[in-house]
């Protein structure tokens, strides 16, 4: 009897402190939307980014370390007529004292919000905000990299794509950079900060290689196709690869022979090329 009542007593408990939390939770929703409303722009909403998929439109991150967390919004503010491209934004709020204040602001017109998200790219130990707004579907979007300094933002990397990932390493951040190259293949880079600007990097682009292989493993079981044996092959070169991407160019040759296009044969000759040059 006495199990069955202390079990009770702790599942009472275990209920009141999650509802507790919830309630909290939830009234830290609404201090922080009262913030925000405050600060957006007219004729504008809360947009969450489409990747992360788990970013929310409200961020919270202690750029300064100084125990109090600044807020990052970001928000739509759609065009009268329509399909005009829209203006994506992000707004920075940092408290002072009793009160908040903008302290940093960027606009950038687009069809989309793609990318939004916090990550020390740097290796500086603060983290930096990437924005990554899409111009349109054959131009895809472009990624801003701004890091914190002096109590703002200040813009350090401009970088076009059509897809991203992040990939982490050994004590390495990077980004990887899906850029369209026919249909729906992609040649991809893995770039990291190396003090100046974004280059590439062979260490974490043999690590992220196998998303790519996998990618492309999938897209030729549906269709064999010669771009895809491309794409791979470009891959492949680029993580050292040398026989697998022999092979890949020799099938893409092989596919592409059946539809005749020079240019894509100058596309495998260049490839070829290129791996021939790794070899030595």
């Known amino acids: ?87 994506f934004g992000a707004i920075v709020l940092k408290r002072d004292n009793a009160d908040w204040r903008k302290i940093w602001e960027t606009k950038k017109k687009g069809v989309d919000l793609d990318f939004s998200g916090l990550m020390d790219i740097t290796g500086d130990g603060t983290k930096e905000y990437l924005f990554g707004v899409t111009i349109g579907a054959d131009i895809g979007s472009e990624l801003e990299v701004f890091q914190w300094v002096n109590n703002s933002f200040k813009k350090i990397a401009d970088v076009p794509y059509h897809k991203i990932d992040i990939v982490k390493g050994n004590q390495k951040v990077g980004i990887a950079v899906w850029q369209k190259y026919v249909g729906d293949s992609y040649l991809v880079d893995v770039l990291k900060w190396n003090g100046e600007k974004l280059v590439y990097d062979k260490e974490l682009y043999s690590k992220y290689y196998p998303i790519i292989e996998k990618f492309y493993n999938d897209k030729i079981s549906e269709m064999d196709a010669w771009f895809y044996w491309y794409s791979l092959a470009d891959a492949q070169i680029k993580a050292n690869k040398f026989e697998e991407a022999s092979k890949s160019i020799q099938k893409g040759i092989s596919v592409a022979e059946k539809i005749p296009m020079l240019d894509v044969a100058q596309d495998f000759n260049d490839l070829t090329d290129r791996l021939e040059n790794k070899r030595k």
Not at 13 to 30: C, G, L, R, W
Not at 35 to 54: D, Q, R
Not at 62 to 78: A, P, S, W
């Open 1 to 87: 009897m006495k199990k069955i009542m202390l079990f009770t007593l702790l599942s009472l408990a275990t209920i009141n402190f999650i509802s507790i939390t919830v309630h909290a939770n939830e009234n830290q929703k609404k201090d922080l939307m009262k913030i925000v409303k405050a600060f957006m722009p007219s004729n504008s909403s809360l947009i969450s980014p489409e990747t992360p998929s788990s970013k929310q439109p409200i961020q919270l991150y202690d750029f300064n370390h100084d125990g109090q967390k600044e807020i990052i919004f970001t928000f739509e503010i759609k065009e009268k007529i329509q399909p005009s491209p829209s203006q």
